[in-house]
T-cell receptor, first 113, second 116 residues
Framework: DGGITQSPKYLFRKEGQNVTLSCEQN?????MYWYRQDPGQGLRLIYY???????QKGDIAEGYSVSREKKESFPLTVTSAQKNPTAFYLC????????????FGSGTRLTVV | AQSVTQLGSHVSVSEGALVLLRCNYS??????LFWYVQYPNQGLQLLLK??????LVKGINGFEAEFKKSETSFHLTKPSAHMSDAAEYFC??????????????FGPGTSLSVIP
């Protein structure tokens, strides 16, 4: 079945460490997105990519980086510059066109230890 | 700019009672509209969407939503709540007008509790 796979499910980061969250999709979707979810704050867009080798900052990109070298993959790196990285991270993808909506992965919960 | 509001950050209903979750959008041109459900520690799952066909849209798990242009609303309903319906529900909109990308704007979410 087609879908989006996020890994790992749980991730622990030490202070000053960079970590990378994986997002892979086999839906042949052009666009991919990363969201951060904190309790009581809904979804906030970190980065998005509409096509391979191109990506744009969302509303809260500081302290994060991404790459889009393959259509299927859109990894997110949480850098040491992100001062409060503890959150639930969601990856999504969509076909081109506004009527389709997004398909989401199951999320990665990142905790700073 | 397009925005979406969800009245009530938390809604409680008794098992078997009607579920009504409210969603209003801001644009003058009716957008595409979506409802998503999120269970604890999981991603969002599409419940239903409105794309300009029938104004009453049926989705999964017995949910439906009615698009009302005059009220700029897209409220989600279910006739009889089940314990398994307890979750977070997000309304989302996507403009029909061209912008820089196929942006979906999410509401703040409504947490639904079902009381036995």
């Amino acid at each position: 079945d087609g879908g989006i796979t996020q890994s790992p499910k749980y991730l622990f980061r030490k202070e000053g460490q960079n970590v990378t969250l994986s997002c892979e999709q086999n839906l042949n979707h052009d666009a991919m997105y990363w969201y951060r979810q904190d309790p009581g704050q809904g979804l906030r867009l970190i980065y998005y990519s509409q096509i391979v080798n191109d990506f744009q900052k969302g509303d809260i990109a500081e302290g994060y980086s991404v790459s889009r070298e393959k259509k299927e993959s859109f990894p997110l790196t949480v850098t040491s510059a992100q001062k409060n990285p503890t959150a639930f991270y969601l990856c999504a993808s969509s076909a081109r066109g506004r009527a389709y909506g997004y398909t989401f992965g199951s999320g990665t919960r990142l905790t700073v230890v | 700019a397009q925005s979406v509001t969800q009245l009530g950050s938390h809604v409680s209903v008794s098992e078997g009672a009607l579920v009504l979750l409210r969603c209003n959008y801001s644009s003058s041109v009716p957008p595409y509209l979506f409802w998503y459900v999120q269970y604890p520690n999981q991603g969002l799952q599409l419940l239903l969407k409105y794309t300009s066909a029938a104004t009453l849209v049926k989705g999964i798990n017995g949910f439906e939503a009615e698009f009302k242009k005059s009220e700029t609303s897209f409220h989600l309903t279910k006739p009889s709540a089940h314990m398994s319906d307890a979750a977070e529900y997000f309304c989302a909109v996507s403009d029909r007008l061209k912008t820089s990308y196929d942006k979906v704007i999410f509401g703040p979410g409504t947490s639904l509790s079902v009381i036995p």
